[in-house]
C-alpha cells in the first residue's frame, strides 16, 4: 500500500522560509515523478513544482525564484524548500507520486 506522509507546514511571517518534506512508503521511489501542489480555499489545487526520477525539475511561475524542489532516492523523500514567502503562497500543499497518488496535506499560511 502506497503512502506519503507531508510534513514541515506551518505559520510563517512573510518573508520567511519553511521545508516541506514528503516521505513515501509502500512503493519504488526513483522511478517516479514526484510533484508539490497547493490548493487555496475556493480554488483549485494548482502545481507549484515537479521533479523527475533523473533529478529534471519545473515550476510554477509564481514561485520560480523562491522555491527549489528536491529528492533524496535511498530516503524515499522529495523536498519542497520554500524562501520570500508571500501571503498569496498561503494554501494546503499536497505531495504527490506519479500520476495519482496524493498525500494528505499540510497547511502553510503567510502571515503577520
Known amino acids: 500500500q502506497v503512502q506519503l506522509v507531508e510534513s514541515g507546514g506551518g505559520l510563517v511571517q512573510p518573508g520567511g522560509s519553511l521545508r516541506l518534506s514528503c516521505t513515501a512508503s509502500?512503493?519504488?521511489?526513483?522511478?517516479?515523478?514526484m510533484g508539490w501542489y497547493r490548493q487555496a480555499p475556493g480554488k483549485q489545487r494548482d502545481s507549484v513544482a515537479t521533479?523527475?526520477?533523473?533529478?529534471?525539475?519545473d515550476y510554477a511561475d509564481s514561485v520560480k525564484g523562491r522555491f527549489t524542489i528536491s529528492r533524496d532516492n535511498p530516503k524515499k523523500t522529495v523536498y519542497l524548500q520554500m524562501n520570500s514567502l508571500k501571503p498569496e503562497d498561503t494554501a494546503v500543499y499536497y505531495c504527490?507520486?506519479?500520476?495519482?497518488?496524493w498525500g494528505q496535506g499540510t497547511q502553510v499560511t503567510v502571515s503577520s
Open positions: 521533479i523527475t526520477g533523473n533529478g529534471t525539475t
Open positions: 504527490k507520486l506519479g500520476a495519482s497518488r
Open positions: 509502500g512503493t519504488i521511489f526513483s522511478i517516479w515523478t
